[in-house]
């Protein structure tokens, strides 16, 4: 059944996380990011925060992310490296599949992102010696 999503009605359910990082709990997560709707493998999501984002890739397709409000630098890990893009409110990025990526919002952003799941999470400088390192330790037993 077709059911229109008012996304500004949605955010004001939520609460602003501040200083998003590492020690950002996954209950502090749910309080300021929802699901809008599912979609194909996934879903459309919503939120708002300041911080840094943990790295993350999405095996299974590509995701795009909207910045809705406020600013975030944006950091993709390619071959060659992290390479960065400011994104401002209006603006948009489509994250390749399989591509480490991550969010520095130090002021704040309010983001929208169709989103393939699953999603895989790192705390790292560079996530690709991590995701490496957890698939060797697995592969041993």
């Known amino acids: 059944m077709l059911k229109p999503i008012d996304i500004n009605a949605e955010l004001s359910k939520l609460t602003f996380l501040h200083n998003r990082g590492p020690n950002t709990t996954d209950e502090e997560k749910s309080r300021s990011f929802t699901t809008l709707s599912k979609y194909r493998d996934g879903g459309i999501f919503t939120g708002s925060f300041s911080g840094v984002s943990q790295w993350e890739r999405h095996e299974n397709g590509d995701e795009i992310v909207q910045v809705l409000d406020g600013a975030t630098t944006f950091t993709i890990m390619n071959d060659d490296g992290p390479q960065q893009f400011e994104l401002t409110k209006g ?16 002021v704040g952003v309010t983001i929208v992102t169709v989103t393939p799941q699953p999603t895989e999470h790192v705390h790292a400088d560079d996530p690709k010696s991590v995701a490496l390192y957890a698939r060797l330790k697995a592969a041993a037993g």
């Open 91 to 106: 603006m948009m990025v489509v994250v390749p599949q399989g591509h480490w990526h991550l969010f520095e919002a130090p």
